[in-house]
């Protein structure tokens, strides 16, 4: 796992206003991540508090949806970068896949289904951009 971090100074103390870290893909990666992005929205919240106590539990949820689909469905690694925006935080999962994720039916007698829909029900924007390498979905969630 490799994380690099960019520092804003904001009223006298200093904050993360930015985290990426690279997972190799393995099974863990998925509890890292969310642990990860734990760390990041603790260090934001030292500073700017979340709007309603829910919004710290969609960040997380949805990193772990994200980073859980791309051990699922796209071999080798994956980045998580998080990002505090003016209103909210920004979140891109980078994965090596280029097949953008589509909604699978939900079924109660076999497993998955509901994360496609839970992230668009979270978020207030998603997108999804392929590129040469993979693609970059990229989600923003209120804070």
């Not at 500073?47 to 949820?61: F, G, K, Q, R």
């Not at 071999?75 to 909604?103: C, I, K, M, Q």
Request: proline share 8%.
């Amino acid at each position: 796992m490799t994380t690099e971090h960019s520092r804003d100074r904001s009223a006298g103390s200093e904050t993360v206003r930015e985290r990426v870290t690279r997972y190799p893909g393995d099974l863990h990666d998925v509890t890292d991540a969310r642990l990860d992005a734990e760390q990041f929205l603790d260090g934001l919240a030292r500073v700017t508090p979340p709007a309603a106590p829910e919004h710290w539990d969609d960040i997380l949820l949805v990193v772990t949806e994200l980073a859980a689909n791309a051990v699922q469905y796209a071999p080798g690694p994956f980045e998580v970068r998080l990002r505090r925006t003016f209103d909210g935080v920004h979140v891109v999962v980078h994965d090596t896949s280029s097949t953008p994720p589509a909604p699978r039916p939900f079924r109660r007698d076999r497993d998955g289904g509901v994360g496609w829909y839970l992230i668009h029900t979270l978020c207030s924007q998603v997108s999804v951009v392929a590129k040469d390498d993979g693609k970059d979905i990229h989600v923003f969630l209120p804070w």
